[in-house]
Each structure stands twice: as structure tokens, then as C-alpha cells.
């Protein structure tokens, strides 16, 4: 019920589409859902988070489209572009206790 | 305004050495995580303290894992003994006290146990 499952492992994107990551939880317990980037030999930076009182969050390019009955959030990245190029992991936080997906890989190809 | 400072960057070591990772946080953040990164997967908790107190070591393998945070301000981190298991990142994150969500993280410490 910890577990937080998050797809597709990897992505390529073409230069100016969209990039979907796609997250799932178990735990209605969780309240705050976010998003974060890494690139190789750097630590995870946050790019965006929601709660779950509010269905979408939008800043910049990056879009997080919660689904609270379903219990799915998924991040969306317009205009994808190649310096998007990382893995980003979802993450839910419940009772001050981050639980993180196992990333995605993400290449955004010129 | 400094980010999260971790030391050593990378450390290699043989298997049944002891090995200790050092963490200084953003300079006022009470709550300070030690995190376990494997090659292709998320970071899992391994401890987390509120200033000086380990308030969740329930993930820490405490046979052979230590840490400490003195002062409630730096934090280290020790394995004793090294299997060859252990290798993977080791990754500090720090956060503000009360309400606020964003924990930021420093850049990791590569361990690789031979």
C-alpha cells in the first residue's frame, strides 16, 4: 500500500511533443504528490507538485493532471525539448515520509 | 543561498571496510532525510531526523548502518562492515521546518564496494 507505481520506464520524444509520465498509489493517506528530475550524477531537483484538493497545476511547460477518484497523477511535459533529456520520479508523501516511483528515462531527441 | 553539501562525492572501498558519508544541509532546515539510490530505481528512506532526533530509522539496516546528526545541524552517515550489496548512492536531502513540502537534495555520494 506503500508503493507508488509509475510507467512507462522509458520515453523518446521528438523535439516539440508532448511527454507523458504516468504515476499510480494506493494509500489515500498521501498529501502531497511530487515530481522531480534528476540528471546523471546530480541529486533529484523539484519541478512540480500538487495536493490532492485540486485537479491540475500548470507551470511553464509542465502540466500535473491529478485523478484523486482513480488515485493516478500523470506529468506532462509540453514542447518537450532535448535539454528535457533526464529521469524523473514521482513521489507521494505520507505521514513526512516521501515513497518514490522507480523513474522514468526520459530522451528528448533533436 | 548554499544547497545541500555532501561528502564525499565518490568513495571506493573494499567489502568488510567501514565507510562514512558526511552531509551539511541548507543552512535553517530542522528536517534532514538520508536517502539509498540504486542503479535505475527511486531513493528510499533511510532515516530521518528532526533537528538532533531520528525520528523514522525504521528502514535503516542497523546492523551494520549507523548515523547521527550533532547539533542538529551536520549529518553523517557510516557503514561498518561494507558488502558488496551497499553499493549504490547515497543521497542527503534537508527541509525547512513546519509545513513546508519542498525538500531539496544534494548530489549523492557514488559508493562501490569491491
Known amino acids: 500500500q506503500q508503493q507508488v507505481k509509475q510507467s512507462p520506464q522509458s520515453l523518446i520524444v521528438q523535439k516539440g511533443g508532448i511527454s507523458i509520465i504516468n504515476c499510480a498509489y494506493e494509500?489515500?493517506?498521501?498529501?502531497?504528490f511530487p515530481w522531480y528530475q534528476q540528471f546523471p550524477g546530480k541529486g533529484p531537483a523539484l519541478l512540480i507538485a500538487?495536493?490532492?484538493?485540486?485537479s491540475e497545476k500548470k507551470e511553464g511547460r509542465f502540466t500535473i493532471s491529478f485523478n484523486k477518484s482513480a488515485k493516478q497523477f500523470s506529468l506532462h511535459i509540453m514542447d518537450s525539448q532535448p535539454g528535457d533529456s533526464a529521469t524523473y520520479f514521482c513521489a507521494a508523501r505520507g505521514t513526512y515520509k516521501y515513497i518514490f516511483g522507480t523513474g522514468t528515462r526520459l530522451k528528448v531527441l533533436a | 543561498e548554499a544547497g545541500v553539501v555532501q561528502s564525499p562525492r565518490y568513495k571506493i572501498i573494499e567489502k568488510k571496510q567501514p565507510v562514512a558519508f558526511w552531509c551539511n544541509p541548507i543552512?535553517?532546515?530542522?528536517?534532514l532525510y538520508w536517502y539509498l539510490q540504486n542503479l535505475g530505481q527511486g531513493p528510499e528512506l533511510l532515516i530521518r531526523y528532526e533537528n538532533e532526533e531520528a525520528v523514522d530509522d525504521s528502514q535503516l539496516p542497523k546492523d551494520r548502518f549507523s548515523a547521527e546528526r550533532l547539533k542538529g545541524v551536520d549529518s553523517t552517515l557510516k557503514i561498518q562492515p561494507a558488502e558488496l550489496g551497499d553499493s549504490a548512492v547515497y543521497l542527503c536531502?534537508?527541509?525547512?521546518?513546519?509545513?513546508?513540502?519542498?525538500?531539496?537534495f544534494g548530489p549523492g555520494t557514488r559508493l562501490t564496494v569491491l
Open positions: 543552512s535553517g532546515h530542522n528536517t
Open positions: 500538487i495536493r490532492p484538493d485540486v
Open positions: 494509500n489515500t493517506a498521501f498529501d502531497y
Open positions: 536531502a534537508s527541509k525547512s521546518g513546519g509545513d513546508t513540502d519542498t525538500q531539496y
